[in-house]
Structures are given as C-alpha cells and as structure tokens.
C-alpha cells in the first residue's frame, strides 16, 4: 500500500530499515522536502532525484514506489490578521477533511508581551491541530461540538508545522487546536519524535501538549516523551462543576487526575500548566478561586486564566468580566503564591481560535468569529 506521507516518521523509517537501507537518510530527506516546499510550494508530481540528490538508487526506488508526492494534506487557504501577528492555514487532509492551525507571532522587539525589549524580532508558537473533531463534548467548545470525525496521521500532524515553517520561523508548538491529543496518543508521540529530531531539532521544553486529562495517558507520557510541557484543561476546582461543563470529567475524576498529575510532576520534575476558562456565574466566584488555590497549592503550577470566546448559538456561556477576572487572580497569587496569568486575545479578525472552530467547509461563513487567545509567555513555563 503506499504511504501518505513522507513524514510518517515510523513508517518510512521501518520501510527503509526493510529494504535495507540507512534510516538515517529520512532526516536529510524531510529537509530537502522542506526546503523545496519553502521554494516552490505544491507539486502534482515530484522528482526525487532532482530534489533530494545524493541518495543511494534504491532510496530512488523506495520513494518513487512509495510516493507520489511527500505530503499527504495541502493548505487550503490562508488568513492573515490585519496587525499580521496571526496567521490561520485551513489545511485539507487525505480524506478530504479540514483543520486548521495558527501561527501566532510575538515581536520582542517592541516588547509588547515580554513586558521590555529583548533582542531576536518575531518569534513564532503555532497551535496544532491532532484530530477533526472531538469525542469529549466539553460544552464551551465549538470542537467538541462536531463530535469525533477523524484522527491525524503523525505525518499530518507534522505537516502543519511544515507548512507554518514556510511562513514564519516556528519557536513552539502547541497541542491546541482542534481535538484531544491524548486521544491519538501514538500520532502524537510519534510526530513529537519527528518535530525533536533533524531537521526541526524543536526543543521538547518549547513543545506543550494541552489535555482535558486522559489519566492512562497521562501516566505514560512522561516514558514515551520526557521534557515536554504538559497542560492540564482543569477549568474548575471541583467535581461537580467540572462534570457540568466537560462531560469526561466522569471518566476522569478530578481525584484521580490530580494523583496522576502527582505522579507526572514527581518522575518529570516540571511545572505544569493549568488552563482554567473563566466562565461568568459557573466557575468564576472567589470560592472557586480559594478551591482552586488548595487543590493545586502543593504543585508545581502555572495557572492560566482564559477569557471564554464565545461561539455563536453553540454555547449558553458567558466569559467573566474583567473585575472578576483580576480578583480571581489576586486571590491565587495572594493568599496562595501562585503564579497566575490571564491569557491575551490575538487575530480575532481572521476569525480563527486554538480548538474553537467547527470546520465543515472552507468558506469564510463556516469559520466563526472566535479570537485566537493564546500568549507564549504563558505557555513557555
Ligand atoms: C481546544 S483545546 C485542544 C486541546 C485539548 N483537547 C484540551 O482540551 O486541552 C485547547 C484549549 O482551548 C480551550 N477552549 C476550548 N473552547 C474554548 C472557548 N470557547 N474559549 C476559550 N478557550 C477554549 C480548551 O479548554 C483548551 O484549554
Ligand atoms: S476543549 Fe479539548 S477536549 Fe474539550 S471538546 Fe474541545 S478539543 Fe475536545
């Protein structure tokens, strides 16, 4: 059968391996891949030896049986915001599925989140997407919406990231655009491997996987990739109000959640992030603030407050205000020595957010009018 696509790292590892040649070619073969993507964009067809020369005949022959061309998707649109800090790709898959991913640029030269200037210009995160579709259901999110469509291969999540790498130099990447990573666990792992290696060489610390809290996952992730930043969608401090908006919260209780985070934090040694949407009249009271103070006090954390985008008729909620936002802030750093962000809205007019679109079709209408709200001096943690 042939492959999809080129950066299926395991797979066209193995194939190599099997026909006995040296799996060490693939790194040098994904960076001429990319470099003639950056050059000449799409290609119907593809000339191997012409654009990867100096390759054994075999290799030749393995490649050319194996594929017509390296990438799998194809971008099917772009979307610059007007500030063009943001930029959305609406990227078509194999089985002819849309997901999208965003290239947030962050200028540290006006130090506009960094607080004060810094030498190095634009850096780059990108937030990826791992599935079309959602099964978990969380109410506040257009993806979960949709319900679960398809999983992406490790070769198309890797793909997003080369085609983001055409248009700007990426520093980060995160797991948040639409679906549950640790929902496509062995995608994931294996294109985390591929984003580590040659030629993208991204260092694990700059990668963040972002999770409601798959607890078997979560058990392993440390083993399979060590390093990476993990982020935990919590968005409430107790079991009840959880279970009301993130209907997995029943299959993962937050009891057992918080021992597997235990357990991560204590093989991994690492800080992590907890991603808390604050949502007018549900999770956003000062009792919730003091409940969330306690049950994360003994961690090692960074809790991120999200304003909620809103998305359309699919959700009765409504984000806090801004009062409510900073007293909630006040009340973990305060009383409980928390470091304690409130995330930034970036790109809301090219209506694009991590994991908050339902995309059917790739028309203007189907994309919504959710902000991208993400900030990398969160994420970095
Ligand atoms: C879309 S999820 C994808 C990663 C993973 N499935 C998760 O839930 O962490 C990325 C982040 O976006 C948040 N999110 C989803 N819908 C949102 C909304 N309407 N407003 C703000 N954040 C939202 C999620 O809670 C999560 O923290
Ligand atoms: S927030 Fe994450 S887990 Fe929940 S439905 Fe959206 S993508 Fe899925």
Redesign the pocket.
Known sequence: MPLRSVFDGGDIKREFENAGLDPKFVPIIWKHVIQNQKRNGECEEFDWEKQVPWLPSAAYSLLRSRFKKPLSSSVHSVFHSADNLTTKLLIKLHNGAFVETVIMRYDTRLGKYAGKPRPGGLRSTLCISSQVG?K?G?K????GSMGFKSNLSSGEIVEQLVYASCLSEIRNVV???M???LNNYSALVESVRVMTGLPFQLSPKRITI???GIIHAINKLHNDLPGLNL?I?L?APIQDIRCQIMPAARAFPLEKLMDALREYQRNSQQKILI?Y?MLDGVNDEEQHAHQLGKLVETFQVVVNL?P??P?GTLSQFRTSNEQKVSRFQKILRGDYGIRTTIRKQMGQDISGA???LVVNQPDKKSLGN?GV?TDIEDLVI
Do not use: D, L
């Open positions: 959602c978990m969380c506040f999110c257009a993806t797991f948040m655009g679906g549950e990573p972002s999770t409601v982020a969608s968005h991603e949407i999200i909620f985008n998305i991590c994991g908050q959710a709200i």
